[in-house]
């Protein structure tokens, strides 16, 4: 079954960076771009970027070019999401997420568990 | 940039009763990119629907997805008890890629 497994929780001060993995299995790795999704405590859910998981070519949101670099390892079929000059406005749950493939794709079909990342002095 | 409105924000309803959720798209969309997710407290958002009408695996034939251009519509049929979460609508748009969510609706029991 198609899994996306995450690393654990972080604390980090402002100014800092945070580096989340997200591992799949289940399905070929390279078959489906890999996006990130981030939620806020009690907002609503914000996209981040995308990975092709068989170029490793990146595309990310315009509010985090410059601050986000998605990476991904086809040896151990994980992507990484690298979050930097963090602001107490960055605290999250920071989710992985596969595209579908159906019709023109752009949904996500499978989610990360998640990974809470808190920024606080 | 496409701006999808959801309402009601809050909807109340009891089990065994229809649920209607509106998403209105700030300018036309594909059909094809318009997607519903389910999301419980403490967990990851679940695909619903795709393709504005498309039920993803798994999900039950109580749950449909309809419309077109700028208003779609998510229905439940008839409300079990593990329906109550919050729902959220999304876009895709290729010109740059961009995917953009609603603010979600949630579904309470009354």
């Known amino acids: 079954q198609v899994q996306l497994v995450h690393s654990g929780a972080e604390v980090k001060k402002p100014g800092a960076s945070v580096k989340v993995s997200c591992k799949a299995s289940g399905y070929t790795f390279t078959s489906h771009y890999i996006h990130w999704v981030r939620q806020a405590p009690g907002q609503g859910l914000e996209w981040m970027g995308k990975?092709?998981?068989?170029?490793?070519?990146?595309i990310y949101a315009q509010r985090f070019q410059g601050r986000v670099t998605l990476t991904r390892d086809t040896s151990t079929s994980t992507v990484y999401m690298e979050l930097s000059s963090l602001r107490s406005e960055d605290t999250a749950v920071y989710y992985c997420?596969?595209?579908?493939?159906?019709?023109?794709?752009?949904?996500?079909?499978?989610w990360g568990q998640g990974t809470l990342v808190t920024v606080s002095s | 940039e496409i701006v999808l409105t959801q309402s009601p924000g809050t909807l109340s309803l009891s089990p065994g009763e229809r649920a209607t959720l509106s998403c209105r798209a700030s300018?036309?969309?594909?059909?094809?990119?318009l997607a519903w997710y389910q999301q419980k407290p403490g967990q990851a958002p679940r695909l619903l629907i795709y393709g504005a009408s498309s039920r993803a695996t798994g999900i039950s034939d109580r749950f449909s997805g309809s419309g077109s251009g700028t208003d779609f519509t998510l229905t439940i049929s008839r409300l079990e008890p593990e329906d109550f979460a919050v729902y959220y609508c999304q876009q895709y748009g290729n010109s740059p890629p961009k995917y953009t969510f609603g603010q979600g609706t949630k579904l309470e029991i009354k």
């Open positions: 300018q036309s969309v594909s059909s094809s990119s």
């Open positions: 990975i092709n998981p068989t170029s490793g070519n990146a």
């Open positions: 997420a596969r595209e579908g493939l159906q019709l023109v794709g752009g949904y996500f079909d499978y």
